[in-house]
C-alpha cells in the first residue's frame, strides 16, 4: 500500500492548480484533470447506486468491481504514461452486459430516465460516464490515451444502461417508455 494522506489539506492547489500522479502540477481546469475528475464523479455516482438497498447481489458485485476499475482507470488518467485498464477489463464488462441483458426484453421503444430509484440514479451514472468518455476523447485529442480507457468507458454506459433497466424491474415492474402519445 503507497502513502496514506494525514493531512488533507495541502494548500498547493490554492493557485489554481493541481499535482499530477507523476509530481508535474498543472491547471485544474486543464483536459487530463477535466477527464481524471469526471471519472471520479462517474465512480462516485456509481456509489450512489449502490446506496439503495433494492439492488440485487450480482449487480452490487458488479459495480462493485467497476468501481475499483474506475479507480484505476482514473489513475491511469492521473498518471500520463501509466497502464491500469487492459482489454480483460472491457471483455469482463461485455460479458457482464450480456449476462445482464440476456433476460429482458427487446427494446421497441426509447426509455426515460427513471423507473425507480436505483433505476434513476444508474441513469444518472451512466449519463456521468458519457460525459467521461467524452472529457477522455476531448484528452485524447491533445494528449496519448490508451484506446482501451475509451472503449472502457464507452462500454461501462452500456452497461449502466442495461442495469438501469435491471433495476427498474426489480423496483417497478417495469420501464418509464417515452411516447408523448400513450
Known sequence: MGNR?????TKTGDDGTTGLGDGRRIAKDSARVEAYGTVDE?????GVVLAFDSVPYEVRRC????????FELGGELCIPGHVAVTDDFVERLENNLDEFNKDL???????LPGG????????????????AERR??????????????????????????????????VESGEEVLWNRNR
Open 5 to 9: 494522506l494525514s493531512k488533507i489539506y
Open 42 to 46: 462517474a465512480n462516485s455516482s456509481i
Open 63 to 70: 459495480l462493485t468491481e467497476v468501481q475499483h476499475d474506475l
Open 105 to 111: 426484453p427487446p427494446l421497441k421503444d426509447f426509455i
Open 116 to 131: 425507480g430509484q436505483a433505476a434513476a440514479a444508474c441513469h444518472l451514472a451512466r449519463t456521468i460516464v458519457r460525459r
Open 136 to 169: 477522455g476523447k476531448t484528452l485524447a485529442d491533445a494528449e496519448p490515451v490508451r484506446a482501451e480507457v475509451l472503449r472502457y468507458l464507452n462500454r461501462l454506459s452500456d452497461l449502466l444502461f442495461v442495469i438501469a433497466r435491471v433495476l427498474s424491474r
